[in-house]
């Protein structure tokens, strides 16, 4: 599939009608989303027959779009149940049932919520929280949720469940932590594109503020480093 029509079958996925800026729920574009994807499969052969793992899936842009260039099974982690049931919805309309399952857990969760004996991929991919202040204002118990450098939080699981590599974005300002860290957890990381990502401009941190319509909100646009990590264990020396 060219890459053209990849975007074009993405521009399909459904978005939030009602995102909850603690959460951070933007859907990754679909012009962004077929070009990390297309980009995974022809350069690096990390998606076609490949198993995956999306964390926190969203409305399912990410997983739709491997599965379009053949991935062979997705697991999509997610912790709410609103956007879970919008990309079951979104699933169900590209007819991928058999080759995406869903799993409601919260990977803000300083314990990661899931067996790792169990559930191991291939790749994973994501487009993880970027750590915006609305993140905290939700009501939750928050004495076990990570609520601070939540990207980070997220790659940090991500590479006890990768077997081989991470595509993932990161704001382009965080770069060289972002490289400290490979180090330190012994992966491999190439920036392959620095991008605009449009994003809903949230609006300041206000207590008990769980639901906005971000959505219809004005957008700022942020750069973004689009980031591939490597297992070192799987790297040729």
Not at 112 to 125: E, F, S
Not at 215 to 222: D, R, T
Request: glycine share 2%; aromatic share 8%; proline share 3%.
């Amino acid at each position: 599939m060219k890459l053209k029509e990849l975007e074009s079958h993405l521009s399909n996925v459904e978005n939030f009608s009602n995102a909850k800026e603690y959460l951070e729920q933007y859907m990754t574009t679909p012009h962004l989303a077929a070009r990390m994807i297309y980009t995974a499969q022809t350069q690096y052969d990390d998606i076609e027959n490949r198993s995956l793992i999306d964390l926190g899936i969203g409305t399912g842009m990410l997983s739709i779009a491997s599965c379009l260039l053949n991935a062979d099974h997705v697991f999509g982690f997610d912790c709410d149940l609103d956007a879970l049931g919008l990309c079951q919805s979104n699933i169900k309309e590209f007819e991928l049932e058999s080759s995406i399952d869903l799993i409601q857990a919260d990977l803000r969760r300083m314990s990661l919520p899931v067996d790792l004996n169990r559930i191991k991929a291939d790749t994973v991919i994501m487009n993880p929280p970027f750590g915006t202040k609305p993140f905290s204002t939700s009501t939750e118990n928050q004495d076990e949720l990570c609520l601070s450098g939540i990207d980070m939080h997220f790659l940090n699981y991500a590479r006890q469940l990768a077997q081989h590599s991470i595509y993932s974005l990161h704001k382009t300002s965080t770069r060289d932590h972002i490289y400290k860290k490979a180090k330190d957890w012994n992966m491999k990381i190439d920036v392959l594109a620095v991008l605009q990502f449009d994003i809903p401009k949230l609006e300041k941190k206000r207590p008990n503020r769980k639901i906005s319509t971000a959505s219809n909100a004005p957008l700022k646009s942020i750069e973004v480093d689009f980031i591939r990590f490597e297992i070192k264990d799987n790297v040729d020396d």
